[in-house]
């Protein structure tokens, strides 16, 4: 399993999302882009070769958690205050069928 936390060097809640892994203890890959476009790009070429679930946002960060099988949307920075460190590497999101 491999996390993937998108955003703005300059954003504080990429900035704080990087923290809150930090102080967890879980190892993350952070990938630092400079503009909406740039973000939405970053996040759509971690994704294309593994199924996805979830729904990605637009907003810095996008957290993301990867495996070989699947990406899993985490979302942003509220969705990870939400979610709690605890949960973020077995939390899913609803699925509508």
Partial sequence: MI???VGYKQCPF???ACKAFEKAGLSFTPVVVTSKEALQSAVTDLCTTVRQLGVVGETSPQ???????SVVYLGGYNELE???MDHISKWLPALNF
């Fill in 3 to 5: 996390f993937y936390i």
């Fill in 14 to 16: 990429y900035l704080d």
């Fill in 63 to 69: 957290i993301l958690r990867w495996t070989k099988d």
């Fill in 82 to 84: 939400l979610i709690g």
